[in-house]
């Protein structure tokens, strides 16, 4: 079954209102709803006494109206009674400072008081829900993060440094901490990484994300394992963040989930800006289909103007069903809107949802329900279906984790160099896969690796195995300049995969924004003189051919893109950095060395996604503009939402879709 619902809070309102709650949501379509993620107070209104009878009444509401139910645990906002019994249930910010009551995910996430409240409130709510038949499964907190520097969790770094390291002679030398003579004679010597003026030891503080990363997963499990115990049938999931959100490795936290969900936000209060990058959703998307090869739910949707204390500029008319589509199209089999009503009080004020702070259904409730009944012709199709790939971008935590320690150009984010090549292919209307540096390529035509910093062997045997087997594989500045302790290795980059790629790094250059500098490629079916910055690696070919050289600087002349011929297949080392056109240019060529070409050409800001039912494909063509446009078909297919043919070409009116059977 496709879900289709909301984030819903009865907590916030009198109880006569649930049952026009109910009836309007069924009206729309609405088949589930999130619950009392940030409800313990209600559930636990004092120390021990237990109130789940209104949480009961809540769900027989919708029930009568057959929507069923997730239920989240509640201790992403524990309560005041239980933060007022000691203060280290805070946790300590990167600069030092102690949190205070007020807002939420303000505790520490190792604190054993903490751990025992949340057992006991975890355990209540399992044993009263585990067997109820309209709760089909769980959330486990929300949106985990922020990371705790306090004595508790220094010392559980201590412990997690002895489970992976023999001793502490082996930590001082991983960390390398003859240099300014930090070498550590007692464990207990150890700091936590707080914030600096500059860099901490990279050893010490990569392991500290790594330490954090593994406390989020265990406190997870320890709610997973809790529920568990009582339940085989119902479902485990957490809301993730995206592609951008970088506190936690989510390929560890998605294994101990049954699927992974996650939380889908367009336009918010921090970006006042109209225009939206419509790849940066779809980014998110393919990367947490990745986490676990699987599709997802979108278990918050933005369904009204995103603000805290800023008004959010509103979503226009059909942008709500546009990026609801957008998400079902990269691999949503269900989708809950963020949040059913408005709140008229505490932070979130502004934070609209479906229904406005009056509760009356107005143009987003309309245009969502829309979307609720086109679902009911649809989702049935769509439900279970699968994107297919032919090209995977690799991502690694590790190497997030470390450029967090050490940016390495003010201009440099890791996030943004693997999104501009990304949109280069969204722009092309080709499926991408994110996938992880342990992740299987086969199948791949075509796999990008961009600044794999932290590269450890096997990664390189993953890689190694990928182009033996024929695949075109390609590196960029900054590749395996790091071992897995955060070392930078003993021999010329791009190190251990020098071979493979067929070139050394002769020497590097990180630009100032006054020298950036062109490149200009020289194939000959590819000429084009392109503006780069940001980073330059001078590079010298051993086994590989030039494609291109830099333009200008002491280094002018000088090879910045190579091709080697390895095993079966190629090998490409981009050296360096550029401007969108840049990377078009790049993806085109990638493309035609790979034999991959898009399904359908569109004009530009109309996306191009597709999901496979066996050998049906089902086609989402998304107009992102706000100008009508036509897409020409390749051949007649059928609108899977009206059941009508078409033959030649699709008009679509500003902001809007259409689904192909083809
Ligand atoms: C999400 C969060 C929700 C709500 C929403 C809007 O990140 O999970 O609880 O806060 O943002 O701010």
């Known amino acids: 079954m496709f879900y289709f619902g909301a984030d819903y809070y009865p907590e916030h309102w009198p109880e006569t209102r649930w049952f026009e709650d109910a009836r309007l ?8 709803v999130r619950m009392a993620e940030f409800a313990w107070s209600f559930m636990e209104p004092e120390d021990g006494k237990f109130e789940f009878a209104w949480l009961d009444r809540a769900i027989e509401t919708l029930a009568a109206q057959d929507i069923h139910v997730v239920l989240g645990t509640p201790t992403a906002s524990p ?63 929300n949106e985990f993060g922020n990371r705790c520097y306090c004595e508790i969790c220094r010392k559980g770094f201590l412990g997690w440094l002895q489970k992976r390291y023999q001793s502490l002679e082996e930590v001082n ?138 008004v959010a500029i509103p979503p226009k008319p059909g942008e709500l069903r546009l990026w609801t589509y957008q998400s079902v199209a990269h691999g949503a089999d269900a989708i809950l809107y ?32 829309h979307v609720g009944m086109e679902l009911q012709i649809i989702g049935k199709a769509i439900h279970g279906s699968q994107v297919r790939a032919p090209v995977a971008i690799m991502q690694s935590y590790d190497t997030r984790f470390a450029f967090q320690v050490q940016p390495t150009n003010p201009r440099f984010g ?78 010329k980059l791009p190190g251990l995969v020098t071979k493979l790629a067929g070139v050394e790094v002769e020497e590097y250059v990180s630009m100032p924004e006054d020298e950036d500098n062109q490149v200009n490629f020289e194939l000959l079916n590819l000429k084009g003189m392109f503006p780069v910055s940001v980073w330059a690696d001078v590079l010298k070919p051993t086994t590989a051919q030039i494609v291109a050289r830099y333009g200008s600087d002491y280094y002018a002349g000088c090879a910045a893109v190579t091709i080697n011929e390895f095993e079966s297949g190629e090998v490409i080392y981009i050296g360096t950095m550029g401007d969108e056109a840049f990377y078009g240019y790049v993806v085109e060529w990638l493309l ?24 049906q494909r089902i086609l989402f063509i998304l107009n992102h503009t706000a100008e009508e446009v036509v897409v020409h078909l390749p051949f007649g297919m059928t609108n ?23």
């Open 414 to 491: 890791y996030e943004a160099h693997i999104h501009d090549f990304y949109r280069a292919f969204f722009h092309h209307n080709i499926p991408v896969d994110i996938v992880s540096e342990k992740d299987e390529l086969e199948g791949y035509k075509l796999v990008l690796v961009p600044a794999m910093y932290v590269l450890t062997e096997e990664t390189v045997s993953n890689l190694e195995r990928f182009v033996d087997s024929g695949g075109l594989l390609v590196f960029t500045p900054r590749t395996g300049v790091k071992d897995e302790t955060n070392k930078v290795v003993n021999m």
């Open 173 to 310: 030398d991983v960390w390398g901490t003859a240099f300014w003579s930090h070498i550590y004679t007692d464990w207990s010597q150890i700091p936590v990484p707080l914030k600096r003026e500059v860099a901490h030891n990279p050893g010490l503080h990569l392991d500290y994300k790594r330490f954090m990363s593994d406390s989020f997963r265990q406190y997870q499990k320890l709610q997973i394992d809790i529920i568990r115990q009582q339940t085989e049938e119902q479902f485990i999931t957490h809301n993730l963040m995206g592609f951008g959100f970088d506190q936690l490795n989510y390929y560890d936290n998605a294994e101990d989930l049954d699927f992974v969900s996650w939380d889908n936000y367009k336009r918010m209060q921090w970006d006042m800006n109209a225009a939206i990058d419509p790849s940066s959703a779809a980014l998110s998307a393919d990367t947490m289909r990745g986490l676990k090869k699987k599709n997802f739910w979108v278990m918050e949707q933005q369904s009204g103007g995103g603000g805290w204390d800023i």
């Open 25 to 32: 949501m069924a009206e729309a379509g609405f088949n589930i």
């Open 338 to 369: 963020f949040r059913w009503r408005t709140c008229r009080t505490g932070t979130e004020q502004y934070w609209h949802g479906v229904l406005d702070h009056y509760g009356i259904p107005g143009r987003r409730y309309e245009e969502v329900s």
């Open 592 to 615: 035609e060395l790979s034999g991959l070409e898009p399904f359908l050409y569109t004009p530009g800001g109309v996306e191009v996604a597709e999901r496979w039912q066996g050998d």
């Open 79 to 141: 309560p005041p009674w239980l933060m007022a019994k000691q203060e280290d249930l805070f946790l300590v910010r990167e600069d030092g400072v102690r949190a205070t009551y007020g807002l939420r995910r303000e505790y520490c996430i190792n604190n054993p008081l903490y751990h025992q409240h949340t057992e006991r409130i975890v355990t209540k709510m399992a044993e009263h829900f585990a067997n109820h038949s309209d709760v089909i499964g769980w959330q486990i907190d």
């Open 640 to 662: 899977l939402l009206t059941n009508e043919g078409i033959e030649e070409s699709v008009p679509l009116a500003p902001f809007d879709l259409c689904v192909l059977g083809a």
